[in-house]
């Protein structure tokens, strides 16, 4: 329970299930005062608080676990080495991955319960196949599609079939007082939003140059190349503006070199995606080339593609041109489905 209201309500429905339900709080900060209070995280002290009310008003019993220095191993350190080897990684998706369905689900498991229950906006079908929520602005299968087959077994998601409004309505129909609390937005471990100033402390000034990839001439400078990611474009301060007086768009980083590479809009389009360490979670590996659609950023657009799979990972060939196409983060594989889309699996990409 992280103390939003979908976690609540996801609560909610386990218990009138008839499920024997416990609710489990994670605390996640090395030092909980560093979180501060009204962040739209999802790990405050306040969201503890708002917690352990909404269990007190279900009857059930609520735990905290201290899960900060696995947090801290398997999301926090990633994210900070992924920035600084160039790549975007998803902190949620590695939190899915390594937290929520791994550790606490391994624990719970110890403990004698059969599943873990959460909030997340995704469903289950009978098939047990993973499916996107029937909320698509408020989807969540993206970032739970690095799950494997045997957690998806162990999981449960209610509020797939139930628009976010439906879930407001319900929560205050239910007396839970976090029914207008505000979704989370922020990365819940930089409590300030600032990521560029988190990575700075951590990775310190790295002086280095931006350059246009058409000329080659050096048109800025930067303190760090992990501030930046592929197809962004505030924040680049360039010294000379384009020839043609056009914007520029970050088209690729390279550590090696501690380079910023920027040039036009259209240098960012890419019709091939490369992927790695692919987990399938709607069947066995494919052996034969797939016609799917995939989405390449937690809100991204999906795109028409073939997926071509190799003992290597996956090479997605794209339908239409996508840009902003950034290695570190997840490439998602859908199936279309009358009853939802189904997830078939994912990769990580690297080109």
Same mark, same amino acid.
């Given at each position: 329970?992280?103390?939003g209201?979908?976690?609540?309500?996801?609560?909610?429905?386990?218990? #009138?299930?008839?499920?024997?339900?416990?609710?489990?709080?994670?605390?996640?900060?090395?030092?909980?005062?560093?979180?501060?209070?009204?962040?739209?995280?999802?790990?405050?002290? #306040?969201?503890?608080?708002?917690?352990?009310?909404?269990?007190?008003?279900?009857?059930?019993?609520?735990? $905290?676990?201290?899960?900060?220095?696995?947090?801290?191993?398997?999301?926090?350190?990633?994210f900070?080495?992924e920035?600084?080897?160039? %790549?975007?990684?998803?902190?949620?998706? %590695?939190?899915?991955?390594?937290?929520k *369905?791994?550790?606490?689900?391994d624990?719970?498991?110890?403990?004698?319960? @059969?599943?873990?229950?959460?909030?997340?906006?995704?469903?289950?079908g009978?098939?047990?196949?993973?499916r996107?929520?029937?909320?698509?602005?408020?989807?969540?299968?993206y970032?739970?599609? $690095?799950? &494997?087959? #045997?957690?998806?077994?162990?999981?449960? *998601?209610?509020?797939?079939?139930?628009?976010?409004?439906?879930?407001?309505?319900?929560?205050?129909?239910?007396?839970?007082?976090?029914?207008?609390?505000?979704?989370?937005?922020?990365?819940?471990?930089?409590?300030?939003?600032?990521?560029?100033?988190?990575?700075?402390d951590?990775?310190?000034?790295?002086?280095?140059?931006?350059?246009?990839?058409?000329?080659?001439?050096?048109?800025?400078?930067?303190?760090?190349?992990?501030?930046?990611?592929?197809?962004?474009?505030?924040?680049?301060?360039? @010294? %000379?503006?384009?020839p043609?007086?056009?914007?520029?768009?970050?088209?690729s980083?390279t550590?090696?070199?501690n380079? =910023?590479?920027?040039?036009?809009a #259209?240098?960012?389009?890419?019709?091939?995606?490369?992927?790695?360490?692919?987990v399938?979670?709607?069947?066995?590996?494919? @052996?034969?080339?797939?016609?799917?659609?995939?989405?390449?950023?937690?809100?991204?657009? =999906?795109?028409?593609?073939?997926? &071509?799979?190799?003992?290597?990972?996956?090479?997605?060939?794209?339908?239409?041109?996508?840009?902003?196409?950034?290695?570190?983060?997840a490439?998602?594989a859908? %199936?279309?489905?009358?009853?939802?889309?189904?997830?078939?699996?994912?990769?990580?990409?690297?080109?």
């Open positions: 329970m992280s103390g209201v979908d976690s609540a309500v996801a609560a909610a429905r386990a218990v #009138e299930a008839g499920h024997d339900v416990t609710g489990v709080h994670l605390a996640l900060a090395r030092n909980p005062q560093t979180y501060r209070t009204g962040a739209r995280g999802c790990c405050t002290l #306040e969201d503890s608080r708002d917690a352990r009310r909404a269990a007190d008003v279900l009857g059930i019993p609520f735990y $905290v676990w201290d899960m900060a220095d696995r947090f801290h191993a398997d999301v926090v350190d990633d900070v080495a920035y600084a080897a160039g %790549r975007t990684p998803n902190p949620c998706l %590695r939190c899915n991955e390594k937290i *369905f791994a550790a606490v689900l624990r719970a498991v110890a403990l004698g319960f @059969d599943a873990v229950v959460t909030g997340h906006h995704a469903r289950l009978p098939d047990g196949l993973l996107r929520s029937v909320d698509v602005a408020k989807d969540q299968s970032v739970l599609a $690095v799950l &494997t087959r #045997e957690q998806l077994d162990r999981s449960m *998601f209610p509020l797939g079939d139930s628009t976010k409004a439906q879930v407001r309505a319900e929560a205050a129909r239910r007396g839970l007082a976090v029914a207008d609390k505000p979704d989370s937005h922020d990365i819940c471990f930089i409590a300030d939003g600032d990521t560029r100033g988190f990575l700075a951590r990775l310190g000034e790295t002086p280095g140059d931006v350059v246009d990839a058409l000329t080659g001439a050096v048109v800025g400078s930067h303190s760090g190349a992990y501030a930046y990611t592929v197809g962004q474009r505030r924040g680049l301060h360039l @010294d %000379r503006p384009a043609d007086g056009r914007p520029r768009y970050v088209l980083i550590p090696k070199t380079t =910023v590479t920027v040039g036009p #259209e240098a960012l389009e890419v019709t091939e995606v490369s992927a790695e360490r692919p399938w979670t709607g069947g066995p590996r494919p @052996d034969h080339l797939v016609e799917c659609e995939v989405q390449l950023r937690a809100h991204g657009d =999906v795109t028409p593609a073939t997926v &071509t799979v190799d003992a290597h990972g996956l090479r997605a060939t794209l339908r239409r041109p996508v840009r902003g196409v950034a290695a570190g983060q490439i998602v859908y %199936r279309p489905d009358p009853a939802g889309d189904v997830v078939l699996g994912s990769a990580t990409i690297t080109v």
